[in-house]
């Protein structure tokens, strides 16, 4: 059974930055597609990057200059390094998961496995 566990949320102010962690195990498949979602309340879940296990990235238009995307598979985790946040980057960030797939987009549609979710608050 997959598994999704993320970590590294938290409470800071703009300008500052943040590591998420999401540890991932039971994948079935040597290869897959991972994301990194969020979804501020009131707002529908926004793609941010989709990073598939032959190093491909494809960023969303949020997270493009910002966030840093990565994947180790040798300790089964998934990062994303936030930098220069924002308030408006306030939301519960998720990590999701796929069966190898031609083009790994953050289409969250697409996704099959989720994380619970770990919170970022950032204030002016």
């Known amino acids: 059974q997959v598994r999704l566990v993320e970590s590294g949320g938290g409470s800071v102010q703009s300008g500052g930055s943040l590591r998420l962690s999401c540890a991932f195990s039971g994948f079935r498949y040597v290869d897959y597609c991972m994301g990194w979602f969020r979804q501020a309340p009131g707002n529908e879940r926004e793609g941010l990057v989709g990073?598939?296990?032959?190093?491909?990235?494809n960023y969303g238009d949020s997270a493009k200059g910002r966030f840093t995307a990565s994947l180790d598979k040798a300790r089964n985790s998934l990062y994303l390094q936030l930098s220069n946040l924002k308030p408006e980057d306030t939301a519960s960030y998720y990590c999701?998961?796929?069966?190898?797939?031609?083009?790994?987009?953050?289409?969250?549609?697409?996704?099959?496995?989720w994380g619970q979710g770990t919170q970022v608050t950032v204030s002016s």
């Open positions: 990073i598939d296990t032959t190093g491909v990235i």
């Open positions: 999701a998961a796929i069966e190898p797939v031609r083009v790994c987009r953050p289409v969250a549609s697409g996704f099959h496995w």
